[in-house]
């Protein structure tokens, strides 16, 4: 923390100094609607997607209206920081800044950049956004037992991920977010929207493997200054994938015929859904294996004991709670939703298409099989306030 301030006061010193002593000062950089970082930790399996999805924002930009400036940092093997402006019916790209090989998924890199967006005038805006881009899986902590994504990864040198609580403490030092997309997989978890809700007015991913090709970032680009952005951008991201759905026929990363799920949360109704949560779980009694075996998966990869975390909240609480108290907790999840939809099936890597009859958008984690995990899942704010004590959990 001492560090990124320390940081952001040399850079004002350093500004002061300028005007103090220069008479020919650059005009700082007009104040737009809303500047969206993008942090593509793309040092690994997905590489060439991020350079994909980097000329898609090019092209999305070329449809902006002057009011959103996109930030890019992406990290494909050496990392740098892109400045993408609509101004005078052009695209302008600037290289802010290159910093070489480093580690994109760790705490003082990611706050470094954060730094040189959200605490640079020249970047200054009326409100903010920001887009994460890499594999991830979730609440789970890396080195639990789940060993192939969660959110970041950089394999750069060793293989280096970020877990939700240093996230966390990234985000301390941001301004609020207008939203805050994850374009991973596996992000659509309450027990993770939980944890960042202070950090943004809507929370944004699938619930289950995200295609390879990701957003489609030229249709997302000129909705990201929107006031119903959010929204907006969902909508898009799953208009695309559903335009080419074809219940996987001839699927490839670049002709994807096999559909997405995409859910937006709406995160000043998260602690009243956890209020719910704990009053509708008085009294209730549940076997983790029995609750996991009757409720829906989105997570089509095999371990050999436990369950690994991504089953459906709403048929979780549907199967634990009796009709009156899950009619009341019901309306209060559907309040916390503000967007879900997905195609007939999905596409998992493991087992190919999947149906997602029953899915209804968000995922909780079901205790059971592995005390590692288990005894992790006790330490999420969302586990206390959602009162998962209570069926002895």
């Given at each position: 923390m001492k560090k990124l301030f320390g940081y952001g006061l040399a850079c004002l010193l350093c500004l002061l100094a300028v005007t103090a002593c220069s008479e020919d000062d650059p005009t700082p950089s007009a104040t737009v609607e809303r500047t969206v970082l993008v942090y593509m930790a793309a040092d690994n399996s997905l590489a060439h997607f991020a350079l994909e999805d980097l000329e898609e924002m090019r092209e999305g930009m070329q449809n902006t209206n002057g009011e959103l400036r996109l930030m890019v940092y992406i990290d494909t093997g050496s990392a740098q920081l892109i400045e993408l402006k609509k101004e005078n019916g052009n695209v302008v790209e600037n290289i802010v800044r290159e910093y070489g090989d480093r580690n994109s998924a760790g705490v003082e890199e990611t706050l470094e950049v954060f730094d040189d967006v959200f605490?640079?005038?020249?970047?200054?805006?009326?409100?903010?956004?920001l887009i994460y881009w890499s594999h991830a899986d979730g609440w789970a902590p890396y080195g639990a037992r789940i060993t192939t994504r969660w959110v970041g990864q950089d394999t750069g040198d060793g293989d280096n991920r970020m877990n939700i609580s240093e996230l966390l403490s990234v985000l301390d030092n941001a301004p609020h977010f207008s939203f805050i997309m994850f374009d991973a997989c596996f992000m659509s978890s309450v027990e993770v929207?939980?944890?960042?809700?202070?950090?943004?007015?809507?929370?944004?991913?699938?619930?289950?493997?995200?295609?390879?090709?990701?957003?489609p970032y030229d249709l997302?680009?000129?909705?990201?200054?929107?006031?119903?952005?959010?929204?907006?951008?969902?909508?898009?991201?799953?208009g695309h994938y559903e335009d080419n759905?074809?219940?996987?026929?001839?699927?490839?990363?670049?002709?994807?015929?096999?559909?997405?799920?995409?859910?937006?949360?709406?995160?000043?109704?998260?602690?009243?859904?956890?209020?719910?949560?704990?009053?509708?779980?008085?009294?209730?009694?549940?076997d983790g294996d029995d609750v996991a075996d009757a409720v829906f998966d989105y997570?089509?990869?095999t371990v050999s004991s436990g369950h690994i975390g991504y089953y459906d909240f709403r048929q979780l609480m549907e199967e634990v709670t009796d009709e009156a108290s899950f009619s009341?907790?019901?309306?209060?999840?559907?309040?916390?939703?503000?967007?879900?939809?997905?195609?007939?099936?999905?596409?998992?890597?493991?087992?190919?298409?999947?149906?997602m009859e029953g899915a209804n958008g968000i995922t909780h984690y079901i205790p059971g099989g592995n005390t590692t995990n288990d005894e992790a899942y006790k330490s999420t704010s969302w586990y206390q306030d959602a009162g998962l004590a209570q069926l002895g959990w």
């Open positions: 605490y640079n005038p020249d970047y200054s805006a009326n409100s903010y956004g929207a939980y944890e960042l809700r202070n950090h943004t007015d809507y929370y944004i991913g699938s619930p289950t493997e995200n295609p390879g090709p990701g957003a997302i680009t000129p909705l990201m200054a929107d006031e119903d952005a959010a929204v907006e951008m969902a909508s898009a991201y799953f759905y074809n219940g996987g026929i001839g699927i490839s990363n670049s002709n994807w015929t096999g559909g997405t799920s995409i859910c937006v949360m709406r995160t000043s109704a998260l602690e009243a859904l956890a209020a719910a949560t704990a009053q509708a779980l008085q009294g209730a009694t549940a997570d089509q990869r009341a907790w019901e309306q209060a999840f559907l309040a916390s939703r503000a967007y879900w939809s997905t195609t007939d099936k999905n596409y998992s890597m493991v087992v190919g298409m999947f149906s």
